[in-house]
């Protein structure tokens, strides 16, 4: 795809300043970039169907399973969309083509869910000034996203990997960065963390009372994970005990 546009490119790139070129420069790249990222995807799907037809395709630990294949839905079922971006992200993780995945589960904007009987957009049902109506459409929206994080830990955990399982290996997080969007209270953050982090993270505990903020519990994350830091992140101060072995 940006092969196609390179020619007309190098025809505007004699016209700018040497600052204008680097940035250029900087948005090919990271087009490119996904452009990249893609195909890795694209060959690793080529593998998983090869392997479930019974062809080795690379050498692969024996105990490992083999990578799995994503299937595209026909559909326009909302869960079907998420359960396909949530493959891939598994998929990434398995073939090691990233150790990093974010996926927003829903769309800028009024995201509805018609499948559950919810026309009304997720952000506006937030704003429900407790109308019971609106609570409880609210509701099932809520527990829809939550079984979506659920379909993803749940095929992680089936995944064998070394001596544990690709769950047992990653840290998964789910949240919000409100505790109440009718009235934007942060007091009381609602967050899910699934996965061992190789043995770093406490796991099978429901921990109420913390005393912290969301930028500690991504500096504990990062600590667990491996990852060194100059500094805590964002507003954070300090890692979480509660939740580290």
Known sequence: MLDLVMSGTSDLRRKLSLHDQDKLDEYLESVRSVERRIAAIESRQKEAALEKAGVSTRKRNDADSPAIEVAIPEGDKRSEYMQVMGDINILAFQTDTTRVCTYIGETP??????????????????????????????????????????????????LREGDGTLLDNCIMMWGSGLEDGNNHSRRNLPFILAGRGGGTLKTGQFVTDVHGNAGDLLTTILTCAGVPLERPVGVGTKTLSEIMV
């Open 109 to 158: 904007g009024e995201q509805t869910v018609p499948e559950l009987g919810v026309n009304m957009g997720h952000h506006g049902l937030t704003h429900h000034n407790h109308d019971p109506e609106m609570v409880r459409q609210l509701a099932l929206v809520t527990k829809f996203n939550i079984d979506q994080f659920a379909y993803m830990v749940k095929k992680m955990a089936a």
